[in-house]
């Protein structure tokens, strides 16, 4: 019988070539930059709650006021005192302006302020004021997202 020799492959370490180490890091970065963007779209995407209002009222003059309470709600309300009013409510101590917020974009809301005094008996509501949360462009979503503080 004959000795047959099956070709085999010798590959020798040094003929191997490996990538430069100058385009792994282009692929890494590539990498990142595919991931901060798939990021940002998702985070363009969402809707988060950036809405915001600042109310701001008059003082009252009673020496025994004790604070105010601000109501508010997608609807406007239904009477003229807290009873029949908004599904909402902040007490926001003895302080004449106040920002609400976590407010949802593309709704209106509607505002009214009442006060309290000492024996907590409270006033009817103040005029009525709404505002409608605007939407979010992308940039605002960024930043309510990598910072602390809500827009």
Do not use: H
Not at 80 to 100: E, F, H, L, T
Not at 106 to 134: G, R
């Amino acid at each position: 019988m004959e000795n047959q020799t099956n070709p085999v492959n010798i590959i020798n370490q040094e003929n191997q070539k490996t990538p430069p180490l100058k385009s792994k890091i282009l692929l890494v970065i590539l990498i990142i930059i595919v991931i901060l963007v798939i990021g940002i779209m998702v985070l363009c995407l969402s809707q988060p709650p950036v809405g915001s209002a600042d109310l701001s009222w008059d003082s009252n003059t009673e020496a025994n006021l004790a604070g105010y309470r601000i109501y508010y709600g997608e609807t406007k309300r239904t009477g003229d005192c807290p009873a029949s009013g908004y599904p909402d409510k902040i007490d926001v101590g003895n302080v004449i302006s106040y920002k609400v917020s976590d407010l949802q974009p593309e709704k209106t809301y509607y505002f009214s302020i009442t006060s309290y005094n000492t024996a907590q008996k409270e006033s009817c509501f103040s005029t009525e004021v709404s505002k409608t949360i605007e939407k979010a462009n992308w940039l605002q979503k960024i930043k309510y997202y990598f910072s602390i503080n809500q827009i």
